[in-house]
Every structure is written in C-alpha cells, then in structure tokens.
C-alpha cells in the first residue's frame, strides 16, 4: 500500500514523508572501485605518468580520489532509482504554485509555456 501523510499537518511545511529514504543504487562496492580504478586508468593512459610504478599510482590516487568520489555520488543521486517509489509526492506543479501564489493578474499576464521568472 503506497504511503498515506495524515490529514493535517503536525509541523506546519514540515518535509515529505518518505524523502529521506536515500537511493537503492548507491553501492559503496562501485564507489571503493571507482576510486581504485580511475587512477589505474589516468596511469595506464596518460603519456606524462605511464612509465611511473607505485609512487606515481598512489600520487594519482590522492590527487584523483576526492573528485571520483563527487562524481559518483552526484552522478548516482542523479540517475539512480528511489529506494521507496511507493511515496506521494505533491501532484500541483510548481510553477502553477508560483503563478497562482502571485494572484491572478500575474498569472493571467504570464505566458504558460515560458517557464519561471
């Protein structure tokens, strides 16, 4: 059964239920992986430093690590799917809500398709 909020508010815009369940894809196997591999990667393909051995690796490692770490996370937060898809989220659209919240001439002067101001 999919998630029900209750009828009223108890914090008035408190966040949505079921929002904080964080995302099913993220491995922290991929991670460790991705961070061990994309050094491996620069070393063997790049002309300045394949000819370097451990030193070079774990230089590359330090420099790389931090940046391969950002780019997977923000990468599987992005396209990774919900952990819960059962949550109800708010059906109104948000720039419907901005054009309403404005008052009606604003909203009668605004082009639809034109986006946010």
Same mark, same amino acid.
């Not at 508010?9 to 239920?17: S, T, Y």
């Not at 109104?92 to 001439?105: A, C, L, S, T």
């Given at each position: 059964?999919?998630?029900?909020? $209750?009828?009223?508010?108890?914090?008035?815009?408190? $966040?949505?239920?079921?929002?904080?369940?964080?995302?099913?894809?993220?491995?922290?196997?991929?991670?460790?992986?991705?961070i061990v591999v994309v050094p491996y990667l620069l070393k063997s393909f790049l002309p300045l430093v394949n %000819?370097?051995?451990? +030193?070079?690796?774990? =230089?590359?490692?330090?420099?790389?690590?931090?940046?391969?770490?950002?780019?997977?996370?923000?990468?599987?937060?992005?396209?990774?799917?919900?952990?819960?898809? +059962?949550? %109800?989220?708010?059906?109104?659209?948000?720039?419907?809500?901005?054009? /309403?919240? %404005?008052?009606? /001439? =604003?909203? /009668?002067?605004?082009?639809?398709?034109?986006?946010? $101001?």
């Amino acid at each position: 059964p999919p998630v029900t909020p $209750p009828p009223t508010l108890v914090i008035k815009n408190a $966040p949505l239920v079921g929002l904080a369940e964080g995302n099913g894809a993220f491995n922290n196997l991929h991670l460790a992986a991705s961070i061990v591999v994309v050094p491996y990667l620069l070393k063997s393909f790049l002309p300045l430093v394949n %000819r370097g051995g451990l +030193k070079t690796y774990l =230089f590359l490692l330090v420099i790389t690590g931090v940046p391969t770490a950002v780019a997977y996370w923000t990468f599987i937060s992005t396209y990774g799917p919900r952990r819960d898809e +059962k949550v %109800r989220l708010p059906a109104k659209d948000i720039e419907v809500h901005h054009r /309403q919240g %404005r008052g009606p /001439q =604003f909203a /009668q002067e605004q082009d639809p398709h034109a986006g946010l $101001p």
